[in-house]
């Protein structure tokens, strides 16, 4: 089984202007957790202060800045995720429990790092529940999920039935973090995680296909509102 990532309490993260690249990560120390891009900054995550170890990056590269820094505790990052989330016909479950799910209900072990994407989110929630209401309608067999995180929506389809599932993302550490979740719930043989830009993909034939659509379901929910848009037949 794949290592626990969310086996620590505290996040301290230091955001930095200019790109550090993957090569100066082991200099980072045994605390360093992951380097999360965005665009031209990099947020350093590590589990305890590394106020020092940042300094002497800062002196070997004059090019970079420190902007801020933050502590979190691990449970502030995630919203709480340390209970099991039922969602329409899914119970979602960090590894470190034990939970059995009802009947009728499909389980997925989740540890999400320090990527989101757990199922607080009401965006989540809402594709968590297209997803069920789509399966409920016809088999899904090819999914496609551009800007996976965790991987979670990847992992509905997977379990739904769907024997071809690419997950997709840009950000090296939800690829990682999405892998790992694959292998917690035996996916490997249906599930594909691929690093890259979802605008790449986009073309792919799936089930939940872009064109010859039709709406089959629209609702609001919270801030978020949808319309189910799926194919008229199954690719």
Known sequence: ???????YEDLYIYLIKGLVHSKEEPTLGQAFLWNWIEEETSFLFFSEPAEEIVAVLLIRRPD??????????????????????RIDRFLIVPPWLDA?????????????GLVFGTGLHASTRDSLRALSYVHAQFPVKKVVDLGTG????????ALL?????LA???????????????????????IEVKEG???????????LARYGLRTVKAWEDEATWYTMLVSAKSV
């Open 1 to 7: 089984m794949p290592e626990l990532a969310s086996s």
């Open 100 to 112: 059995v799910e009802g009947p009728g209900e499909t389980k997925i072990l989740l540890d999400p």
């Open 168 to 190: 997709v993302d840009l950000n090296p550490l939800c690829v990682n973090t999405a892998r790992k979740n694959v292998q917690w719930n035996h996916l490997e043989d249906r």
């Open 64 to 85: 970079l800045q420190l902007l801020e820094n933050y502590h979190f505790s691990y449970e502030e990052w995630q919203g709480a995720f340390s209970e099991p989330i």
């Open 150 to 157: 965790t991987g979670v929506l990847a992992l509905a389809g």
């Open 197 to 207: 830009r979802a605008e790449d993909f986009a073309e792919l034939r799936a089930d």
């Open 161 to 165: 039935g769907a024997q071809q599932v």
